[in-house]
């Protein structure tokens, strides 16, 4: 019954480092979105999943970022040689079907030192 | 590509007072939707209120309203009666409606709301 969750609240890696952030949406959305806020900024589109499948991932913005929802529930971003410029809050969002409102959760605050 | 434009970094306004957001857009797109979602301190991003391109009456939640004027590609809020609880960042968003599959939304660089008591 909850809304949609995200873990960790705050990252703090160095550059070079592996980094993964998840998002549990709410329960029977099947549409989920991750965006990136950074400090100052309105969010960025990353990616949307309908279902287990990544629909559109036109934003992300290199190969090194990747996410997953094998299960078409919990989705996991993963940052791989992570940068000081992917400093940001990563917002997770879920939608019933994709054509109604997205939930948004609290975000993953990621510091890359 | 579509792009969202708030020209207003901040807007300060007393308590019980009626302040005015501006947003502006660039779409090629004849059908989509319009959002104002506010992101308090706690990050998380809740929706105020929504209006679809194709309806002209502009939507209306409670004390919010927004004023849609599709051919000048503007819609902008009315908080009436403002209250200390108002206070956050409010953004402004797009979203095409593509028909086919829902997108991710596009949004402004928001306006920081401060509400004087």
């Known amino acids: 019954g909850a809304g949609v969750s995200q873990t960790p609240s705050n990252k703090v890696t160095e550059k070079g480092k592996y980094v993964e952030l998840r998002c549990d949406p709410i329960s029977g959305h099947t549409a989920l979105y991750w965006y990136r806020q950074s400090l100052g900024q309105g969010p960025e589109f990353l990616i949307y999943?309908?279902?287990?499948?990544?629909?559109?991932d036109s934003g992300l913005p290199n190969d090194r970022f990747f996410a997953v929802r094998p299960e078409g529930s919990v989705s996991t971003l993963k940052i791989q040689r992570t940068e000081r410029g992917d400093s940001a809050v990563y917002l997770c969002a879920s939608s019933r079907d994709g054509y109604n409102e997205q939930f948004f959760g609290p975000g993953t605050r990621l510091t890359v030192l | 590509a579509q792009t969202v434009t708030q020209s207003q970094p901040e807007m300060s306004v007393q308590e019980a007072e009626t302040v005015t957001l501006s947003c502006t857009y660039d779409t090629s797109e004849s059908d989509y939707y319009l959002f104002w979602y506010k992101q308090p301190p706690s990050r998380q991003m809740i929706l105020v209120i929504r209006q679809e391109a194709y309806k002209q009456q502009n939507a209306t939640e409670n004390r919010f309203s927004v004023n849609f004027q599709k051919a000048a590609k503007s819609f902008s809020l009315k908080i009436s009666d403002s209250q200390l609880g108002d206070a956050a960042m409010y953004f402004c968003?797009?979203?095409?409606?593509?028909?086919?599959?829902?997108?991710?939304?596009?949004f402004g660089k928001g306006t920081h709301l401060i509400i004087q008591p």
């Open positions: 968003a797009y979203r095409r409606d593509s028909g086919g599959g829902a997108d991710g939304l596009t």
């Open positions: 999943f309908q279902g287990t499948g990544a629909a559109d």
